[in-house]
């Protein structure tokens, strides 16, 4: 979308283009109404009015709101819930209204996500006067699902994520409130939150492409992986083997995130499109779980330090596995992923890009190493000495990616996980003083050197190609 | 970025408009509901902390029936203990209505299940939850008016000191167990909800 700012300097260079005669009429004409600019007509002059319409309304607002709270214990009940109804349906109505003219759309936007907020507030006090104290876990969900309705309903994402971050502090005040959050339910929500990893995505993902949103793909994303975790952290509690659950939890997120689909979900997707939506998106996240994944486990004692971890019973599996639909479909998905990424191309056979094949490569080796470590055999030395390797591989790797689409971002992420690393054997393992006044001088050198080389040659010559 | 609702799409704007209103107005139709077919029972209470009740706006009432002492002595009590994996799930304690006419005597508890019993006539079961060793009914808050809550605050203090257990709340239970607390006694004086 162009900016407000970019549209007046359009607007003004367009009306000059057509009086030179560079473009005609029509061209002009076509111009306008694809970037909206008669949407902008409105002068400063207009804009200061608007202003002090609005600061206005919210003093009023704040007047109504004061006088009301002062009398509010005198005012009958029902008058009272008829005042919070009305409230809540003229917000919403005046702010549907503002929406549908393009030149009010920020101020209806504004007024729909108030009258999200008016909804919350109006659950809470329904409760309070009418004596349930329900859950505030409770509270925040059915406000959360109230509002993604709207969210639906309207395209909108700025109610998406507002919907989001209701249903995640939910979801956290079940796991703090309820003893036992993973089993066991009293009520349709504790069904639905034990099912968070799932209820997560089919909740959120149409959304994102339906407002083609790419914060709440990244936060139904990071919301998944979270509810995933808390799952397989439950799956481990439950008598899991640990060596299965710290295999899942170091592999299963970045092995979903990578094999992301696009094309999936867009049967009818218009032509104007990129094939891939959100994909770039979601792989940056899974190389990012990778990298902190690897760096937590490179640490020598995430290794030495097994405690009685080791505890291996098949039948707990079974009953494990029963218990926790989400991990196995997950599982399912990421392998079927994988499974999508490597179907006959162009080329008309089977087979992985080479980054793919790498990235397979790294997964498999912390799958089979955690695993081993923590279900068959104790490999605190060489399991520490492999992560480490994969780690270096992985930052060398994004690097390299880095500088060949000249992507400074992940060039920088590469160097800065390779420089990290080194830091921590350095402090992590007793070396003399001079060994790490040596490192830190290299490396800092090297950060200086590589960081200097790509500015000036990759990213000039980039550009010059673009 | 939003593009304008088309205005054949209405419903899109109706159909999440009308679903927030069930929200908001759902905890007053249950209310009201079990207001107006519920039998009416009084039940044991006690302020939790009975000298710091301004902490919030509410006073949160701890009642005889979720105490582990008289729940104890309650059959099928230790069956539900025993599965304290099972938290979290519903559970009914079955209340009879206290003997002799008057009716300024709370009902007491006679058993407890996970699943819904028989009641024998004049007996109502109560819906509640098992958390953390006791048994909350959805009914422990009580909101106190701002211009009432010096007072009330001052005869709770009073009444705790001078006769404990004269703590009384009227509430409504309906035929699922669903409770709506309609008065709450402190000694002779009573507060509507």
Redesign the interface.
Known sequence: ?ASLQFKRQLKQEAERWQQDGWISRQQYARIASHYQLDALGESAQGQFTRALISIGCVLIGISVITFVSAN??AIPRLVR?LM??SL??SV?IAG?RL????QS?RLG?GLLLLSSLI?GG??AL?????????SGYGLCL??G??TL??A??????SLGVLAQLLVGVGYLLWLRD????G?????GL?LVLQQMPLVTPAAFLPLAYR?RSRIIFALTALGTVAALLVKLGQFAAAGMPAGWAIALILTLPPALLWAYEDSLWRSNRSRAEPVHLFRPLSRIMAIAYLGLALYGTSFHWVWSNTGDLQQDSIDSIGAAIAMWPSTIVFAVLAVCGWVYLARPGRTGRWGLGSTDLALLGILSMMAGASFVHWHVLLLPTEATFLFNVLLAVLGIGVMREGLDDGDRSRFWYGLGLLVLQIFSRVLEYNTGLLVKSLTFLLCGVAVIVLGLWFERHVRPANRSLS | MATPTPLHRRWAFWLPLVLQLGLILAAPARAIYTHTTGETVLLQTAPVDPYDLLRGYYVTLSYQISASDTLDELPGWQEIKEADRQSNLPLYVVLAPPEGASGDQPWTPVSISRDRPQLSSGQVALRGTYQWGRVVYGLERYYIPEDQRGEINERIRQQHLSEPEAYLIEVKVDARGQSAPVSLWVGEKNYRF
Request: without cysteine; proline residues 6%; charged residues 5%.
């Open positions: 979308m509010w214990q819930v919070l109804v809540f349906l919403n549907v929406l549908q003219r393009p759309q936007q909804l109006n659950l329904m409760g309070q006067m009418f004596h349930q104290s329900g059915v406000w699902a109230g309705a709207m639906y309903g309207l395209s909108l994402p309820v003893p036992m959050a089993i066991g339910a009293s009520s504790d407002s």
